[in-house]
């Protein structure tokens, strides 16, 4: 795509050289969830190139919020164990849309065939493109034919609480109503 600045170069560059292919503008996103009070150091090491950090719930704490707050634009929904204090700050559903994608977020989701019943009337309601969880520290990604393939996301548990032996992210880029460079990112064992 040629934007008007490209244009003007080029009508006034008298040996007409060809001009540079620009590549579709994408975000990069940086997902975790079930920190349960506890961020690692190095979850800001493979988010630092992120535009955005999304976090789908069970914070553990403020203290949680507030540093990826600070480090990038943050979004979030809060968990079933989360306080007041992230309650007051983020929504239990977050439906919002970027790069051509409807994206629905929410804590407690499950996965296709076995969505949350609360879940399943918001998927069925909204239609989204892309659906994201966590609760189960189970890191998955699924394609959910029944939806007009929805993508289904759950980026496991970043924190050291729970069953999960290996903390897990995921990053991907956004850009042009696809996904690029989706990648999962162990951060060690929980102890």
Not at 18 to 43: A, Q
Not at 88 to 96: C, R, T
Not at 118 to 123: F, P, Q, T
Request: some cysteine.
């Amino acid at each position: 795509m040629i934007n008007n600045l490209q244009l003007f170069l080029y009508k006034f560059n008298f040996k007409k050289k060809p001009l540079p292919i620009t590549k579709p503008i994408c975000m990069t996103i940086g997902l975790l969830s079930d920190t349960h009070g506890y961020l690692d150091d190095k979850v800001f090491l493979h988010f630092q190139d992120c535009d955005e950090v999304w976090h789908a719930g069970d914070w553990g704490g403020v203290e949680v919020a507030n540093r990826l707050a600070a480090f990038k634009p943050l979004r979030g929904v809060y968990g079933n164990i989360d306080g007041r204090d992230i309650r007051d700050l983020y929504p239990k559903d977050l439906i919002f849309e970027l790069e051509g994608f409807k994206i629905y977020m929410t804590h407690i989701g499950g996965y296709p065939s076995k969505y949350s019943l609360a879940a399943k009337e918001v998927i069925e309601k909204e239609m989204p493109n892309m659906f994201i969880c966590g609760h189960s520290h189970i890191l998955k990604v699924v394609s959910d034919k029944k939806y007009n393939a929805m993508l289904t996301i759950n980026p496991g548990a970043a924190g050291r609480h729970g069953f999960q032996l290996v903390r897990t992210l995921i990053k991907f880029e956004i850009a042009d109503k696809k996904i690029f460079n989706m990648k999962a990112i162990e951060l060690g064992t929980k102890i």
